[in-house]
């Protein structure tokens, strides 16, 4: 029987599945595994948490199910003891739910980024469902590789693009409804090229520091053609407004 005020493994799962249905003992083993959560042991090994580490996985599928934050991001912020106190104090503000969010395209090292993950592992490494990856996939927002014992696997230069698609899906825009960008990249790549060919090496420069020289345009006309596209949609949603009061009158 576990000590008084413990919880075995399985009492804090089931404890849990209902705000985090997909959470499982596997899991919380898996997070064990990657240092996020240290339970105390009984001298027959069994695993038993205390309050304070009930809490502090709730803190981590919190972040991971509401900000998609990676665990070695996680675990950072954990062990700084940076997260406690801004959860709890969301947890209790009656705020828009959709204000203050952050980048879900911000937080994503090299390290991540220059790895291939297995597509069952992506719930448990970045909080996202298979199920979106999958749809993801075939409307070829994201592309999805092989391994040589026929596995699904992750680009991790892929995750800022997937965090961006599963908070568009709290607004209810859903995967389908992003084809037309994957249509709009393909019609626009040309344009970009065209640019980027009129960028020359420099006297004396190295061909790194063109290539810098080359990201840096690449990354301004990016954020400019973003603000055009901006504003011509607000621009027509503000006319849209305008149209159905005239005919509201």
């Known amino acids: 029987m576990a000590d008084a005020g413990y919880l075995t493994i399985g009492k804090v799962v089931r404890r849990l599945q209902r705000q985090y249905p997909d959470l499982s003992v596997s899991k919380v083993r898996y997070l064990e595994d990657e240092g996020l959560l240290n339970p105390s042991r009984t001298p027959g090994g069994y695993r038993l948490y205390s309050s304070r580490d009930i809490q502090r996985l709730e803190t981590i599928l919190y972040l991971q199910k509401s900000k998609f934050l990676p665990l070695s991001v996680i675990k950072e912020e954990l062990d700084g003891k940076k997260v406690s106190e801004e959860h709890e104090a969301e947890q209790g503000s009656a705020s828009d739910p959709f204000e203050s969010l952050p980048d879900p395209t911000s937080v994503v090292d090299a390290a991540m980024a220059d790895q291939l993950y297995p597509i069952e592992r992506v719930p448990e490494v970045l909080g996202i469902p298979i199920a979106l990856v999958r749809r993801l996939s075939d409307c070829g927002i994201i ?96 006319d849209g407004d305008e149209r159905a009061e005239r005919r509201a009158r």
């Open 143 to 238: 592309r999805l590789r092989r391994s040589p014992a026929g596995r699904d696997l992750v680009d991790g230069h892929d995750i800022p693009l997937m965090r961006a698609c599963a908070e568009l899906g709290r607004f209810g825009i859903e995967p389908k409804n992003l084809r037309q960008y994957v249509t709009a990249s393909n019609r626009e790549s040309p344009m970009f090229e065209q640019a980027l060919a009129s960028i020359s090496r420099h006297q004396g420069e190295s061909e790194k520091d063109r290539r810098h020289r080359r990201d840096l345009a690449l990354d301004r006309m990016l954020a400019l053609t973003n603000s055009v596209r901006s504003a011509l949609i607000r621009r027509s949603l503000d």
